[in-house]
Nanobody
Framework: VQLQASGGGLVQAGGSLILSCTAS????????MAWYRQAPGKERELVTI???????HYADEVKGRFTTSRDNIKNTVYLQMNMMKPEDTAVYFC????????????????WGQGTQVTVSS
């Protein structure tokens, strides 16, 4: 199973970006899909998480500005980021939780490679 994230880049404060992350590799189901971020010198933190049924959770810092969604057919999760702030600058990682794939028994978690998001003031 591989997760491929895309959509990062440079944006001015107040601007918008959309990230996407697609899981591939004989996926049967994915329980939850999440976005984390890690700023320089800081620990990785949860940004959003979305369940298979569309239930979402957001970190307080992004509530009202970020929106996550997923396409269960495409095994893709999206992160729409609006009203961005310099403190949103980080490497953003996607995470697939509880993945069933191929003939492998059990549920596993996978991480994408990370995409850089930079917000200039």
């Amino acid at each position: 199973v591989q997760l491929q994230a895309s959509g990062g880049g440079l944006v001015q404060a107040g601007g918008s970006l959309i990230l996407s992350c697609t899981a591939s590799g004989n996926i049967i189901s994915i329980d939850k899909m999440a976005w984390y971020r890690q700023a320089p010198g800081k620990e990785r933190e949860l940004v959003t998480i979305i369940g298979m049924d569309g239930t979402t959770h957001y970190a307080d810092e992004v509530k009202g500005r970020f929106t996550t969604s997923r396409d269960n057919i495409k095994n893709t999760v999206y992160l729409q980021m609006n009203m961005m702030k310099p403190e949103d600058t980080a490497v953003y990682f996607c995470n697939a939780v509880g993945v069933r794939a191929g003939a492998r028994l059990g549920y596993y978690d996978y991480w994408g490679q990370g995409t850089q998001v930079t917000v200039s003031s």
